[in-house]
């Protein structure tokens, strides 16, 4: 596909178009130069959570996105060409950032050059394109009612447990923004607790996985401290062992049945689904010895933990055949990395001993 301009503002006229096109070519191959020099810096979870993969438009939340200069004579399609750049930017980031989540702003006029009118009916199908690309989503303008609607919230819920949510509130209370004109009347003057609320409620219907105390704003969210504790308690997703059933006493060279039911306590989802992840973080059980050395692992294939989901409890089977010799055990279980030689990689919701490489110590076992 033909690189899209999206960066060049030079005015074109007959006499220059060879001239223009090719300082457009230029401008995106020097783009998709930086982008691939900053992937080789940041395509890395230990140094980056994730990525906004799209960053047009205004303050780059997808919106307002210009694509010719305005004294210009020419009319672009806009529909096209903002397809084009979109396919084009996204097909970048999704070639370069690997291993790290990319993330859209859902806009209901993405790509558009408007800021402020009705969803346009190409949105939706654009967004989904990048999703299907392995993007995740984003909003900037959680709590502020008169932007944040109907469109936005039956999207964030088709989408909902099938890629997180990352929220952005859009009100800035400290001397930025006279949030008290916010359409929903709910707003104080003098009152950004107000704010605060309206914003945890609307991240809680749309399930996110994130929320932004965003900067300038922190105090006022800590003034509603019961606000923080209850997304700690309750936000993204809180993973733990409902029950597992392990045998104590074993023959040596024994088969077992392990059963094991888990529940996610938070109103997210771990998004071991999302394609950069692809599925590596497994449920394991291990045996460990009195020195708490890994001396055995189970991990089950089965189990998927982007399926437990609140209110639900999902049970697993898993045989094992126990290769130890004679001697005390004990079991232990953990979200594993498959990726990084199943070590315990995601911290569980449990106040039970925690051994220094991560596994959650269960029972003991005798193998006679």
Do not use: C
Request: overall charge positive; proline content about 5%; hydrophobic content about 35%.
């Amino acid at each position: 596909m033909q690189e899209p301009n999206f960066i060049s503002k030079i005015q074109r006229t007959p006499i220059d178009k060879h001239l223009i096109r090719k300082i457009r070519y230029l401008e995106n191959a020097y783009y998709a130069k930086f982008i691939e020099a900053f992937a080789k810096e940041f395509n890395d979870p230990k140094r980056t959570s994730f990525i906004d993969a799209y960053g047009l438009g205004k303050w780059g939340e997808a919106h307002h996105v210009v694509y010719q200069d305005p004294k210009t004579t020419e009319t672009v399609d806009i529909e096209k060409t903002k397809e084009e750049v979109l396919d084009w930017v996204t097909d970048l980031y999704a070639r370069t950032f690997t291993k790290i989540p990319l993330i859209i702003n859902y806009h209901r006029l993405v790509g558009h050059p408007e800021s402020w009118a009705p969803a346009n009916p190409n949105s939706e199908r654009l967004l989904e394109k990048a999703i299907a690309k392995g993007y995740s989503l984003r909003h900037d303008a959680f709590g502020m009612t008169g932007y944040y609607q109907g469109w936005e919230k039956d999207f964030a819920k088709k989408w909902n447990f099938k890629r997180p949510i990352i929220m952005e509130g859009g009100w800035i209370t400290s001397k930025t923004h006279s949030y008290w004109i916010d359409p929903s009347g709910k707003y104080r003057k003098g009152h950004p607790e107000d704010v605060r609320k309206g914003e945890y409620e609307a991240s809680k219907e749309a399930h996110v996985n994130m929320m932004d105390f965003r900067v300038g704003d922190t105090e006022s969210w800590f003034k509603e401290f019961a606000l923080v504790q209850g997304f700690n308690a309750e936000g993204g997703y809180r993973l733990y062992p409902d029950e597992i059933k392990l045998p104590k006493q074993l023959q040596a060279k024994s088969a077992v049945n392990i059963q094991h039911s888990w529940k996610n306590m938070g109103w997210g989802y771990f998004p071991n689904n999302i394609p950069q992840w692809n599925y590596k973080y497994k449920v394991a059980f291990a045996l460990l010895d009195e020195q708490n050395k890994v001396k055995q692992v189970f991990v089950d294939q089965q189990a998927e933990p982007s399926k437990w989901l609140k209110g639900n409890a999902i049970a697993n089977n898993l045989e094992v055949t126990v290769a130890l010799p004679k001697g005390k055990y004990t079991w232990a279980v953990a979200i594993v990395d498959t990726t990084k030689e199943n070590q315990p990689a995601i911290k569980l919701a449990v106040e039970s001993e925690v051994t220094q490489s991560g596994w959650v110590k269960l029972t003991e076992l005798k193998i006679q």
